[in-house]
């Protein structure tokens, strides 16, 4: 796989903040991203870098192999959709999909068409009076129509019913498979799109902590379920990510793929294995991230 | 280029900032500017009228400029073009709308010379003193006035998104500082009567000139702010 973006040591601060703390990875051809994390922690930022709206402070970012900022052949070829889009004021939303026509080289009118309509986007009110989640159906709108080779969406479903909501994730999963290309979807609805992403990179206060394949991650984790004594006799030794207990039956959240051995004696001792969804996963680790560094930092101050 | 001249079509969305507003702010104050030709008129005051209402528009450039910024840089971004490509873009678009402004300047004044003031003897467009070189020279400085008030508002609204209120305000006092300090200068050098002289020499040609280096000055020092300004 060629990769079409290349990120290397950037980082990003604002006064004493870190935003972005070296950060390294890459984002290969044709392929659906999720890049998740909590508010703050990076996200945007990380994207804005990418498609040079923003700057880094230390770093360096390669898109198709070039330095995007103020790079018109680099960025024609990138769309990115943010969740506090602003637009020109008079504008009516065909105004911003006749401009957005203007600059992207791909731009399909037909799956706009189709958009507008099934997400019922008023056509003769101004972008500044219309609801929220009208104005991001206008985003999304651009992001999908735009085909550009590499798009990225940030949390653009904000406001946006369940059916519209779907709609998007059916439609943006349709022209992909027609129109192969490379999406980066910011998102904190994260089991709504676990379905949709490839690959998951979690960044959590600056740092990359996952970057894996969605069903390599799947299989990372698992949750023993059961009597706390074999549960505890069980998970002994692993590495543990979230317990819970209630009377004498435990939940436990266990890292590593289990061995046919491990089934087997899991299976003998009379305890149940759920999955861990997506989202159970990206909640525990950045949980546990947490509280590491607040451990470390304890350590460091005694 | 052809991504610049998209630019402008882009700017051209907020017509009502760029052609419609500026044409009612004129077209009002050359309404206002007759009827009370009208109302003197009938008072019984038959000698020349000359009013200053044309300059109205020209302020406005000032919010033009301010609001090219605002309310477009953040949506170029999103339509993936260059910072370049924007100021260009941007700057054709004004050039454009003070054109339209000149040349309806020109031609108010060629009507109101052909007419002797509407009849009234009131003049609204053809001021003596600015048309002293022709209707060319009068065009061009309206033109390159709405382009200085253009570029002044670009510029503060550049530095403002940039660097944040307290360095514009910084900026300007800064500014304030030397215009105080060149007139005290003139004062105390006693080169008045001079620089009024020299003023009143260059006329209406010269002042278009200082006026084009101006702008060329503001316009070109917002651009290195706009190149690392993040909508």
């Not at chain 1, 676990?194 to 698992?222: F, H, K, P, Q, Y």
């Not at chain 1, 159970?280 to 607040?294: D, G, H, M, Y």
């Not at chain 2, 510029?155 to 305000?169: D, E, P, Q």
Request: proline share 3%; glycine share 8%.
């Amino acid at each position: 796989m060629t990769p079409v973006i290349e990120v290397t040591g950037l980082t990003k601060r604002y006064g004493d903040t870190v935003a972005v703390d070296d950060v390294s990875f890459t984002i290969d051809q044709d392929k659906i991203y999720g890049l998740l994390g909590r508010n703050g922690a990076g996200k945007t930022t990380i994207m804005s870098i990418l498609t040079a709206q923003n700057f880094a402070t230390s770093g360096g970012v390669r898109v198709f192999g070039e330095d995007p900022y103020e790079n018109a052949r680099a960025l024609a070829r990138l769309c990115f959709v943010r969740e506090s889009q602003k637009y020109p004021d008079d504008a009516l939303p065909h105004h911003a999909f006749r401009t957005a026509r203007l600059f992207f080289p791909n731009w399909n009118q037909e799956i706009a068409d189709r958009l507008i309509r099934e997400f019922q986007i008023p056509t003769k009110t101004r972008i500044k009076k219309l609801s929220r989640g009208q104005l991001s159906a206008v985003g999304v709108v651009i992001g999908i129509a735009s085909r550009a080779e590499v798009t990225f969406f940030d949390e653009p479903y904000l406001g946006l019913d369940a059916v519209a909501r779907q709609i998007f994730y059916d439609r943006l999963l349709e022209d992909y498979t027609e129109h192969p290309r490379t999406i980066i979807l910011s998102s904190h609805l994260i089991d709504e799109v676990s379905n949709l992403i490839e690959r998951v990179l979690v960044i959590d206060r600056g740092r990359i902590v996952m970057d894996e394949d969605t069903d390599a991650v799947r299989d990372r984790a698992a949750n023993i379920v059961g009597d706390t004594a074999a549960v505890d006799a069980f998970v002994a030794g692993r590495d543990v990510i979230h317990r819970e207990s209630l009377g004498r039956v435990s939940s436990v959240t266990v890292l590593g793929t289990l061995t046919p051995a491990d089934r087997d004696r899991l299976a003998a001792q009379g305890l149940d294995v759920a999955p861990v969804s997506l989202q159970q996963l990206f909640v525990r680790i950045t949980q546990s991230a947490a509280e590491k560094a607040a451990a470390s930092e304890e350590g460091a101050l005694r | 280029m052809s991504r610049t001249l998209n630019v402008v079509r882009m700017q051209l969305i907020n017509r009502q900032t760029y052609i419609w507003i500026p044409l009612i702010i004129l077209g009002a104050s050359f309404a206002i500017t007759l009827a009370i030709y009208g109302i003197l008129l009938t008072a019984g005051v038959d000698t020349a009228k000359f009013g200053g209402g044309a300059q109205a528009p020209l302020w406005y450039f000032l919010a033009v400029g301010v609001q090219a910024l605002t309310l477009s840089f953040p949506f170029s971004q999103a339509m993936s073009v260059t910072r370049r490509e924007f100021y260009l873009g941007t700057v054709i678009t004004a050039a454009l709308t003070s054109a339209m402004l000149a040349v309806i300047f020109v031609v108010g004044g060629l009507i109101e010379q052909a007419t002797n003031g509407w009849g009234m003897n009131g003049y609204f467009f053809a001021l003596d003193w600015l048309w002293a070189d022709g209707p060319l020279v009068a065009g061009l400085f309206f033109f390159v006035l709405a382009m200085l008030f253009f570029v002044i508002g670009f510029g503060s609204a550049t530095v403002y998104k940039r660097f944040g209120a307290l360095w514009l305000t910084l900026v300007y006092v800064a500014l304030a500082v030397l215009l105080v300090g060149a007139l005290w200068l003139v004062g105390r050098t006693d080169t008045w009567v001079e620089v009024f002289g020299w003023f009143a020499e260059i006329g209406s040609g010269g002042l278009t000139l200082l006026m084009v280096g101006a702008t060329i000055l503001v316009g070109a020092t917002s651009f290195p702010v706009l190149r690392r300004a993040v909508p």
